[in-house]
T-cell receptor, first 115, second 115 residues
Framework: DAKTTQPPSMDCAEGRAANLPCNHS???????VYWYRQIHSQGPQYIIH???NNETNEMASLIITEDRKSSTLILPHATLRDTAVYYCIVRDINAGGTSYGKLTFGQGTILTVHP | GAGVSQSPSNKVTEKGKDVELRCDPI?????LYWYRQSLGQGLEFLIY????????KSGLPSDRFSAERTGGSVSTLTIQRTQQEDSAVYLC?????????????FGEGSWLTVV
């Protein structure tokens, strides 16, 4: 079962920041927070990941609370092409772990960016 | 290739026939995952390979499903005696799995329709 909770849907105006929340209150020390998105009819696309520090790349920023129980994915200037399902996933990257680093997807958040 | 490649991209088969789906992971990636996504549903883990071994087959839904990997590269997912409920997108993903760089990258999927 997925270990994260996300709102089922969100809207955002084009050009504005999209802030997608995720709750992962049972996250353990070996687990990272990963974000993927899936645009209709395509395979999931990696966005960003982090352990406890805030992270930024060319696609997005990831803000993780100090207690690591929640995080927020920020798309700073959303475009229509950012309309997708966004998945927040906690992942154990310990190579010796029994989860073998696999991603367990929940239902995600459907983000709709409108003009 | 630059990304995970899957073939065929689309397959229509008659109920009861066998199908083979192929995955070419990113060159050098030792970890390989298969997922399934039924229409309107989330992504469901099927099987994980590390090299040619499959330490986690826990997601295979029945003994009609099998997968193999040869040469630590190409993987084939085989579905025997297909049923209509097997209709789905079958997604392959790969990762370096060094413990440092282990982001999982997905292909575009093989769309299977059983009629």
């Amino acid at each position: 079962d997925a270990k994260t909770t996300q709102p089922p849907s969100m809207d955002c105006a084009e050009g504005r920041a999209a802030n997608l929340p995720c709750n992962h209150s049972t996250i353990s020390g070996n687990e990272y927070v990963y974000w993927y998105r899936q645009i209709h009819s395509q395979g999931p696309q990696y966005i960003i990941h982090g352990l406890k520090n805030n992270e930024t790349n060319e696609m997005a920023s990831l803000i993780i609370t100090e207690d690591r129980k929640s995080s927020t994915l920020i798309l700073p200037h959303a475009t229509l092409r950012d309309t997708a399902v966004y998945y927040c996933i906690v992942r154990d990257i310990n190579a010796g772990g029994t989860s073998y680093g696999k991603l367990t997807f929940g239902q995600g958040t459907i983000l709709t960016v409108h003009p | 290739g630059a990304g995970v490649s899957q073939s065929p991209s689309n397959k229509v088969t008659e109920k009861g026939k066998d199908v083979e789906l192929r995955c070419d992971p990113i060159s050098g990636h030792t970890a390989l995952y298969w997922y399934r996504q039924s229409l309107g549903q989330g992504l469901e883990f099927l099987i994980y390979f590390q090299g040619n071994s499959a330490p986690d087959k826990s997601g295979l839904p029945s003994d009609r499903f099998s997968a193999e990997r040869t040469g630590g590269s190409v993987s084939t997912l085989t579905i025997q005696r297909t049923q209509q409920e097997d209709s789905a997108v079958y997604l392959c993903a790969s990762s370096l799995w060094t413990g440092i760089e282990n982001t999982i990258y997905f292909g575009e999927g093989s769309w299977l329709t059983v009629v």
